[in-house]
């Protein structure tokens, strides 16, 4: 819907013979408007988009300053993915690349990811021998 509704205020504003005032005035509205959307959208693909928004936030001759403040947030640090998701991951990995039970291997995943970005993030967990270790997923397919 972003993209049709830009396309068709581009169309209108053309028929319409609208001023550069008014056009400018009108592309402001939208900017405001589909900033927010177009940054969660990012959020929520992860990976290869982060870093396309990263890359954009550094661009203000490319792209309308609305979307570089929005697109900036994605510069120091991803929002983590729930440790519920995480394990899930993890448990269906195990099972079923090693045959190992989940509740088997590990004692505990901290809640509290080390660190998050946009190719994945890291949480301390500690093994049933009560090792502790890093636990590193990847965004995309969830590799562990």
């Given at each position: 819907p972003i993209?049709?509704?830009y396309k068709f205020t581009q169309f209108w504003l053309k028929q319409t013979g609208a001023s550069p005032e008014t056009r400018d005035r009108v592309y402001e509205q939208l900017h405001d408007r589909y900033a927010e959307p177009s940054l969660d959208l990012i959020l929520n693909l992860r990976g290869l988009y982060c870093k396309l928004g990263q890359v954009l936030s550094t661009r203000p001759d490319f792209i309308p300053p609305q979307y570089v403040v929005k697109f900036s947030a994605v510069q120091d640090s991803i929002?983590?993915?729930p440790v519920e998701e995480i394990a899930h991951c993890v448990k269906r990995t195990l099972n079923d690349n090693l045959g190992l039970d989940f509740d088997r291997v590990f004692d505990s995943?901290?809640?509290?990811?080390?660190?998050s970005a946009s190719i994945g993030q890291v949480h301390r967990a500690t093994l049933s021998q009560d090792w502790a270790v890093r636990l590193n997923l990847q965004n995309e397919e969830r590799h562990v």
């Amino acid at each position: 819907p972003i993209v049709v509704h830009y396309k068709f205020t581009q169309f209108w504003l053309k028929q319409t013979g609208a001023s550069p005032e008014t056009r400018d005035r009108v592309y402001e509205q939208l900017h405001d408007r589909y900033a927010e959307p177009s940054l969660d959208l990012i959020l929520n693909l992860r990976g290869l988009y982060c870093k396309l928004g990263q890359v954009l936030s550094t661009r203000p001759d490319f792209i309308p300053p609305q979307y570089v403040v929005k697109f900036s947030a994605v510069q120091d640090s991803i929002p983590q993915r729930p440790v519920e998701e995480i394990a899930h991951c993890v448990k269906r990995t195990l099972n079923d690349n090693l045959g190992l039970d989940f509740d088997r291997v590990f004692d505990s995943i901290d809640e509290t990811a080390l660190g998050s970005a946009s190719i994945g993030q890291v949480h301390r967990a500690t093994l049933s021998q009560d090792w502790a270790v890093r636990l590193n997923l990847q965004n995309e397919e969830r590799h562990v």
